[in-house]
Nanobody
Framework: QVQLVESGGGWVQPGDSLRLSCAAVGRNFMFSSREWYRQAPGKQSELVASLIGRINTNYSESVKGRFTISADDARNMMYLQMDSLKPEDTAVYSC?????????????????WGQGTRVTVSS
């Protein structure tokens, strides 16, 4: 499997911005889908943003216009830029990536999750 390492969470005030990062550890990847999920206390997990291929993006209605998903394929990084944060954005955010990697002999599929990073929006 491929390990994903997240960073960038923290506590911010309403209206502030925050950028989450997700690093895919290793090399020789091909990514098919990259997503950010979040789970707020007492609620089900929610898909907030997805990147299919290199340019096709989708967002949940709750974050559309405020969040931006992007990737740097040269660095195997994925980002979630979160602007105009609201208290209801408070959640644990996790990255989820599907794709394949070359282990020196063959291509292997992977489906990996990050460890989750907490975002708290409060005054």
């Amino acid at each position: 499997q491929v390990q994903l390492v997240e960073s960038g969470g923290g506590w911010v005030q309403p209206g502030d911005s925050l950028r989450l990062s997700c690093a895919a550890v290793g090399r020789n990847f091909m990514f098919s889908s990259r997503e950010w999920y979040r789970q707020a206390p007492g609620k089900q997990s929610e898909l907030v943003a997805s990147l299919i291929g290199r340019i096709n993006t989708n967002y949940s209605e709750s974050v559309k216009g405020r969040f931006t998903i992007s990737a740097d394929d040269a660095r195997n990084m994925m980002y979630l830029q979160m602007d105009s944060l609201k208290p209801e954005d408070t959640a644990v955010y996790s990255c989820h990536i599907k794709g394949k990697f070359f282990d020196g002999r063959s291509w292997n599929l992977f489906d990996s999750w990050g460890q989750g990073t907490r975002v708290t929006v409060s005054s």
